[in-house]
């Protein structure tokens, strides 16, 4: 019995023993670890392609910033490549070493490359303007349609992937600057060419018809009046380059400038007076207009290939009271 009593005895000594030697394990380690925590704290030593670019205490702070930059918001931004991202490695540091996460980050940001992507407005090939959206630069072109700019053919937009950011012209002035008033064909029923140039200071042609003429465009004749294989040619025909401006041979009231159904194409009719009228066929742009008054040598057309015709030229008539004249009695003689 007391045998018993004496061995419970020294089970109890043992534990008392054993929980004061963990108490005394458990206060030194609390009193080196607070020791150690005076002086020291946990921090990542970052490196960047295997270069040391700095300290950070908050790991996930950082990295979410640079990933915000990497995805960044702005629309003009395709992405932006980043070589490497940085290595993080865990350690205990000085309490001295403080975090540098601005310098980390400018770093990182250092070594990416930005990819720029927007607009370009091109006229005849050659970038003019740049605009930040697709929609913009669409807006610009339909409007310069709806305007029926003369130079609409020649202009189109691309878009432009750059590590160069170019300035932005805003929407309005690039139509603006591109706008070139149209010369309008007669067929849309009004003509806005305002340039009253007198393109020819020949000398008008003896008087014959009571009024001097002077040649309409210089070129080769390559169809004379008069008789032909199919039919009567009522005029003369002058071959000259599409795009040749087409003089009005004496001064005048326009009476018909359209399209003529009979095969002249787009047609001027111009009397002057004294039962005088002269036609000049196939262009290619109309300059004047139905009622207006022209003077002896003004641009009132282009040579074209418009109606029955089958190479760019100028169909002149010229008659009198109706009748169609040889017109090489007076011009191209
Ligand atoms: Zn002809």
Known sequence: MFKILKSIKNIFVHIRTSLKFIFL???????IVGIISLFYRPMYSVTLNGEFIGYTTNKSKLQNRI??????????????DIQSLPEYKLCLLKRENASNDDKIFEKVKAQGTTYYEYYAIVEDDEEKYYVSSKNEAEEIINDLKEKKSRNISDIAYTQVHSTELKDFTDKDTVISKLYEKPIVVASSGYSSYSGKKIISNAKPSSAVLG????????????????????????????AAPTGTTVAASAGGT?????????????????????????????????????????????????????GNSTGSHLHLEIRVNGTPQNPQLYLYK
């Not at 394990?25 to 009193?31: D, E, N, Q, S, V």
């Not at 990933?67 to 931004?77: A, R, S, T, V, W």
């Not at 070129?219 to 004379?224: K, L």
């Open 25 to 31: 394990i458990l206060i030194a380690t609390t009193l």
């Open 67 to 80: 990933n915000e930059y990497i995805q960044n918001g702005d629309k003009n931004i395709a992405f932006i």
């Open 211 to 238: 009024i001097g003429l002077i040649k309409p465009v210089s070129g080769t004749i390559t169809s004379r009046f008069g008789a032909r294989a199919s039919g009567n040619h009522k005029g003369l025909d002058i």
């Open 254 to 306: 326009v009476i018909f400038s359209g399209w003529d159904s009979y095969g002249l194409g787009y047609c001027v009719r111009i009397s002057h007076g004294n039962g005088v009228v002269t036609a000049y066929g196939h262009c290619s742009k109309l300059y004047v207009t139905k009622g207006e008054t022209v003077s002896q040598g003004q641009a009132i057309a282009a040579v074209g290939s418009t």
